[in-house]
């Protein structure tokens, strides 16, 4: 369960709150005039989050390509060459 601190609360305690986070693996919710702003969690956390949102970016990535594949399908190399052909020659006019 994750603990709540205010900024200025927090700064009076940093070092016990930090050994907490970083020892104990308690995450803290930081707040400012009561609404919550921040969180301070374990680094081994934050690689994990950071690994998710990789994955998930990764994985809308991949959907695009294959709804990019489906749409583009009817479309040959040939037709893309002249389509990038005709861009080009319009952006040096």
């Known amino acids: 369960m994750h603990r709540i601190i205010g900024v200025t609360e927090l700064q009076r305690r940093f ?11 308690v995450p803290y919710v930081l707040t400012r005039g009561s609404r919550p702003e921040a969180a301070l969690i374990p ?11 990789e994955q998930e970016v ?14 583009n399908a009817a479309v040959s190399e040939e037709e893309v060459a002249a389509d990038v052909a005709t861009a080009m020659a319009e952006l040096r006019d």
């Open 15 to 25: 070092r016990s709150v930090f050994d907490q986070v970083a020892k104990r693996n």
């Open 43 to 53: 680094y081994e956390e934050f690689l994990r989050f950071q690994a998710l949102q």
């Open 58 to 71: 990764l994985a809308r990535f991949d959907r695009l390509v294959t709804r990019m594949a489906k749409k």
